[in-house]
């Protein structure tokens, strides 16, 4: 049973027992006087009623991905499809509170049969994130003060604002290898193009290994030895663990690591390297809703509550951007990033071990995290083992620093500590990879 329901079944029926005292002490002006409320009522409730219904809303955004500080032109345009007026209409385009704007987001208006009117503004995006336009919310009632109704219009829409790049100074964009070149030191892979030397043949060798002119030489089989192969670019792996980043400053450490991890990206695709990410958060556009069902409400709170929430997700797949060679990849990996958000589904060494098959030998693992456990550290120990070429970027942890480096440097990896934006601009490339 509807709220408006509930609110006119009441004052039907205290009309009808006063209705029923008039006729007890034979007062025809006083039911004179209930039959005329009682039509009022019905008037104000089946106008008010029809008037917001019958109508469409169109709403137009210049462009959906921009970054921090860039505007966004919306058009709104809301239609009367119904054959009468509607006295009084007052429409307002729901969107974030906080995003500056200028022009006209709300409007009192009449609203004449198959006429339009059209709201534009401009807003002002100042932070990250995959942000909502809409819906459309709609005031309108009887000519007579008795009632007032809000609806939610169908449409809303979604903006992406990418993160903040910093851009890294120090390396050398012109070099094949910006970070320097970092040698595996298990013998995971080997460039079959760089030859180090001959040794004896081995049962198992592949004959396409073997030296022939050495072999011919001393009547003995020789096969050709290569250097192992070094790291080309690196699979950023960021922690998006919500429980890892608590406090006051849980915000912005977790738009640091994301900065970080957006710098980083386009440094190596401006380098020529292959760069991808993995990370533990979720894609804000698996929950986004942009077809919502109209609500009908007494109230402006309840019209604005049926719209907050997002749709779920149990999702706990990886977000991944494969790691490749691409002049997009960057783009792909920032993209992601405007829209991820923290998870409580996998923290950073469940997603590591994850991922662990699908990571590119080739490739360094940099991982961004804002903390690291004696569980993480075995895991990052373990990956080196493997062959990878390790270095992690810490986020905003003064007090725990010393231990983490410690823990990191038993396995022989190196930590780099973020606690502003601007260290970005000063990571030695020597560091990077190692």
Same mark, same amino acid.
């Given at each position: 049973?509807?709220?408006?329901?509930?609110? /006119?079944?009441?004052?039907?029926?205290?009309?009808?027992?006063?209705?029923?005292?008039?006729?007890?002490?034979?007062?025809?002006?006083?039911?004179?006087?209930?039959?005329?409320?009682?039509?009022?009522?019905?008037?104000?409730?089946?106008?008010?009623?029809?008037?917001?219904? &019958?109508?469409?809303?169109? #709403?137009?955004?210049?462009? =959906? @991905?921009?970054?921090?500080g860039e505007d966004a032109d919306v058009e709104v345009i809301l239609t009367?499809?119904?054959?009468?007026?509607?006295?009084?209409?007052?429409? *307002?385009?729901?969107?974030? $509170?906080?995003?500056p704007l200028a022009g006209e987001k709300t409007r009192l208006a009449i609203l004449m049969p198959g006429r339009s009117i059209t709201l534009r503004y401009t807003l002002t995006c100042p932070r990250r994130g995959y942000h909502r336009i809409g819906p459309l919310l709609m005031e309108s009632g009887d000519l007579f003060g008795l009632q007032?109704?809000? $609806?939610?219009?169908?449409?809303?829409?979604?903006?992406?604002?990418?993160? @903040?790049?910093?851009?890294?100074?120090?390396?050398?964009? &012109?070099?094949?290898?910006?970070?320097?070149?970092?040698?595996?030191? /298990?013998?995971?892979? *080997?460039?079959?193009?760089?030859? !180090?030397?001959?040794?004896?043949?081995?049962?198992?060798?592949?004959?396409?290994r073997?030296?022939?002119?050495?072999?011919?030489?001393? &009547?003995?089989?020789?096969?050709?030895? !290569?250097?192992? !192969?070094?790291?080309?670019?690196? @699979?950023?792996?960021?922690?998006?663990?919500?429980?890892?980043?608590?406090?006051?400053?849980? *915000?912005? #450490?977790?738009?640091? %690591?994301?900065? =970080? =991890? %957006? !710098?980083?990206?386009?440094?190596?695709?401006?380098?020529?390297?292959?760069? &991808?990410?993995?990370? /533990?958060?979720?894609?804000? %556009? *698996?929950?986004? #809703?942009y077809e919502v069902e109209a609500q009908a409400t007494l109230s402006r709170d309840d019209a604005e509550n049926s719209v907050v929430g997002e749709g779920e997700s149990d999702r706990l797949n990886p977000l991944t951007v494969p790691t490749r060679?691409?002049?997009v990849q960057a783009l792909m990996i920032v993209e992601n990033l405007a829209r991820v958000m923290p998870t409580d589904g996998l923290d950073v060494g469940q997603l590591i071990l994850s991922e662990f098959r699908r990571l590119p030998r080739d490739a360094a693992l940099l991982p961004v995290v804002p903390t690291v456990t004696e569980d993480l550290a075995l895991v990052l120990g373990e990956m080196k083992l493997s062959g990878f070429a390790v270095t992690v970027f810490l986020i905003k942890n003064p007090a725990g620093y010393e231990k983490i480096a410690a823990l990191l440097m038993a396995h022989e990896i190196n930590c780099i500590h973020i606690e502003h934006e601007r260290q970005l601009h000063e990571i030695s490339p %020597?560091?990077?990879?190692?």
């Open positions: 049973m509807s709220e408006t329901f509930k609110r /006119n079944a009441k004052w039907f029926l205290l009309a009808g027992v006063a209705l029923a005292v008039s006729f007890l002490i034979q007062a025809p002006y006083m039911a004179f006087a209930i039959y005329a409320f009682l039509l009022l009522v019905g008037i104000a409730h089946f106008s008010s009623v029809a008037w917001l219904s &019958g109508l469409d809303c169109e #709403r137009r955004i210049s462009k =959906t @991905t921009l970054y921090q009367n499809r119904r054959g009468w007026p509607i006295p009084w209409i007052f429409v *307002e385009d729901l969107g974030p $509170r906080d995003f007032r109704r809000f $609806r939610t219009g169908e449409q809303q829409d979604y903006i992406s604002v990418l993160p @903040t790049v910093a851009y890294i100074d120090t390396f050398n964009i &012109g070099a094949r290898r910006p970070q320097g070149p970092v040698r595996i030191t /298990n013998r995971v892979y *080997e460039d079959p193009t760089r030859i !180090s030397g001959i040794r004896e043949y081995v049962r198992g060798d592949p004959l396409n073997i030296h022939w002119k050495a072999s011919a030489r001393t &009547g003995e089989l020789f096969v050709k030895q !290569s250097e192992p !192969s070094n790291v080309l670019g690196a @699979t950023l792996i960021l922690d998006l663990f919500g429980p890892c980043y608590q406090g006051e400053d849980a *915000e912005s #450490r977790m738009e640091l %690591a994301i900065t =970080t =991890t %957006a !710098s980083i990206a386009y440094l190596l695709q401006a380098s020529g390297e292959q760069v &991808g990410m993995v990370t /533990n958060g979720r894609d804000a %556009a *698996e929950i986004a #809703r060679r691409s002049s %020597a560091r990077i990879g190692r």
